[in-house]
């Protein structure tokens, strides 16, 4: 019975794009997701002050979700929701994204494919299994991915963990 739960556990970890980068204890990832938050949280008051407005953080994702209804269920954001991890966190307030009903306006903060990786660096450690991210450049490169995203290069997170695109 111990073994089957250890397996299933282990089963929904890698359904959720969590176990593949996941650190070496539980301490170490609550410690990492504290500081990085700190950091994130200043990073969205400082823009809210250059901006002459204040930052109020949600709790959830609900803000965005009103127009991002599929990205309730999206594995990257479901994964770090119940973290504390939140849209707003990584993409900033975006007050004036979020009254764009025409949705032109951009999110305060995007990510190039050359941010993406050393962002997910400052909570993940180094990938577990660097032979799968090899693996899935040779099957992938010059090709569209699952994600929808095309492979022209080295692969980075968010081609294999998560559809988190509109």
Same mark, same amino acid.
């Not at 997701?33 to 901006?51: D, F, T």
């Not at 999110?107 to 993940?124: M, N, T, V």
């Not at 799968?132 to 963990?161: M, N, Y």
């Given at each position: 019975?111990?073994? /089957?739960?250890?397996?299933?556990?282990?089963?929904?970890?890698?359904?959720?794009?969590?176990?593949? %980068?996941?650190?070496?204890?539980?301490?170490?990832?609550?410690?990492?997701?504290?500081?990085?938050?700190?950091?994130?949280?200043?990073? @969205?008051?400082?823009?809210?002050?250059?901006?002459?407005?204040?930052?109020?953080? +949600? %709790?959830? =994702?609900?803000?965005?979700?009103?127009?991002?209804? =599929?990205?309730?269920?999206? +594995?990257?954001?479901?994964?770090?929701?119940?973290?504390?991890?939140?849209?707003?966190?990584?993409?900033?307030?975006?007050?004036?994204?979020?009254?764009?009903?025409?949705?032109?306006?951009? +999110?305060?903060?995007?990510?190039? /494919?050359?941010?993406?990786?050393?962002?997910?660096?400052?909570?993940?450690?180094?990938?577990?299994?660097?032979?799968? !991210?090899?693996?899935?450049?040779?099957?992938?490169?010059?090709? !569209?991915? +699952?994600?929808?995203?095309? @492979?022209?290069?080295?692969?980075?997170? %968010?081609?294999?963990?998560? !559809?988190?695109?509109?």
């Amino acid at each position: 019975m111990t073994r /089957r739960l250890a397996v299933t556990v282990a089963i929904i970890g890698s359904a959720i794009c969590l176990s593949a %980068t996941q650190l070496s204890s539980a301490r170490d990832t609550a410690g990492k997701v504290k500081k990085v938050k700190r950091q994130l949280i200043k990073r @969205i008051e400082a823009y809210a002050k250059r901006s002459g407005g204040r930052a109020i953080f +949600p %709790t959830d =994702n609900s803000p965005c979700l009103v127009c991002h209804a =599929n990205f309730e269920d999206e +594995p990257i954001a479901a994964a770090h929701l119940p973290h504390g991890i939140t849209c707003v966190l990584c993409h900033g307030l975006c007050y004036e994204h979020r009254d764009d009903e025409n949705n032109v306006t951009k +999110p305060d903060i995007l990510f190039g /494919r050359a941010e993406i990786e050393p962002f997910c660096r400052k909570c993940h450690g180094q990938h577990q299994h660097p032979e799968r !991210v090899q693996a899935f450049q040779e099957q992938w490169e010059g090709k !569209v991915a +699952p994600s929808g995203r095309e @492979i022209l290069h080295r692969p980075t997170c %968010t081609d294999c963990h998560g !559809v988190h695109v509109l």
